[in-house]
């Protein structure tokens, strides 16, 4: 087969670069590479072109009320109706945090200020005082293959684990399903039991930081739909060892039995 690319355009990288969502795209970068497959990464931040034709993920990380403020104005006046657009034709996102609240209708500030956002996804956020600030983990059924549902959670593809950090409560529309299940954590509001969103092929969490370096099956899902799109429902993601991932989760859960605040 002649050689396979992956196209990915970070999104904002100057301004939506909260607890180290950078490392969801070296994490994609890392296990397309090990595949043998070409990696090419542009930043897209305010005044850039944004082309749907030039991308095979669109990554949007994080951000405070602030940077949310900043960026509004490009990403929804200006790259709005293209991102729309891509998101209509099933470009692959994951959007984190203030990119996930970007996403959707409004996001109003804890002090009653309204954000408009783009309204690509039925979603609304508001502002509580209380910040949810924690560790999490997650059940996502859809990353469990038939032969998986290991009991030991470290090597579980459908067990993910994040750490949020939001003042944000967001509420899903009928169009939009929850990405997961919370075991532990807040989630999208505190109340309803779910985290994230999915919306055609956009992926949104309020998992920061090494969410994909967490969380390998995750990661492989967004390169195997993001390369099905652009290849054909015939391309097979070659396997790959998660073995040094899942070293680093039975890690982590080690850590978080001795009560400490993983990492
Ligand atoms: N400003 C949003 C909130 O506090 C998003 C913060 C973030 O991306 N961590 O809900």
Redesign the pocket.
Known sequence: MAEIELRICHMYPDLLN?YGDRGNVLSLIRRAELRGISVKLVPVSIGDEFDEKEFDIVFLG????AE?NVIRKDFVDVKGPKVKEAIENGMVFLCI??GY?MLGHYYQEHDGTKIECLGAIDIYTV?EDI?YIQDTTYEADFLRKSTAGASDPAKDPGILYGFE????RTYLGPSVKPMAKVLEGAGNNGKDGYEGAIYNNVYCTYS?GSFLPKNPAMTDHLLSLALKRRYGEDYELPELSMENEEFARAALLRYKEKGNTAP
């Not at 994080?62 to 009320?65: A, F, I, L, T, Y």
């Not at 950090?165 to 944000?168: A, D, L, Q, Y």
């Open positions: 909260l994080g951000g405070q009320d949310q945090c203030g609240q502002g910040r950090n939001h003042s944000g920061h």
